[in-house]
């Protein structure tokens, strides 16, 4: 039976967990439900339920994906399945304290109307643009935060190989 490598182009599932059990992303519509991911922790808009489910297809070694996982799939045969750990530091970075900043609710535009979760891209005067989320909001002030929502999380892959093109 042919096994997968690097610069073939292959068809597989996966379903993406975090430590608690909370399904993150996924390609299955079986691990969804009406109401999102079958643990009902994650947001529709996140997660692969109802919306891009379905296989993915990459080339192996091309980077599209997380490296961990095009070298889970590396000596994979059609029908296969496995599980592969990504440690935070190589998925999206260990959680760093100094991402998090309070701006003056004064310095923001008066139609501001944010809440606590939203996500939210923020300019400056030189154009930079900055990906962060609302985490608290005070009369004096908001504190936003710049991590990645994952960053500081493991991630678990389940891993099922379907096809090697």
């Known amino acids: 039976m042919a096994k997968a490598k690097n610069g073939d182009s292959v068809l597989f599932n996966y379903t993406g967990k975090l430590d608690d059990g909370t399904i993150f992303d996924t390609t299955l519509e079986s ?11 994650c ?14 297809e990459l080339v192996l070694g091309s980077e599209e994906f997380f490296p961990a996982v095009e070298a889970a799939l590396v000596g994979m045969a059609a029908g296969e399945t496995k599980t592969v750990v990504i440690p935070a530091a190589e998925a999206f970075g260990e959680f760093d304290a100094e ?25 400056g005067d030189d154009d930079e643009e900055l990906g962060v989320t609302v985490v608290e909001i005070t009369d004096e002030q908001i504190t936003f935060d710049a991590n990645h929502p994952l960053a500081g999380q493991d991630l678990t892959f389940e891993l099922e190989l379907l096809e090697i093109k």
């Open 99 to 123: 991402k998090v900043f309070s701006v003056p609710a004064s310095d923001l535009p008066e139609e501001f109307d944010a809440v606590v979760g939203d996500e939210l891209i923020l300019s």
């Open 43 to 56: 947001d529709t808009d996140d997660c692969g339920c109802g919306h891009d489910s379905g296989p993915m």
């Open 31 to 41: 691990e969804c439900s009406d109401e999102g991911c079958s643990t009902g922790e």
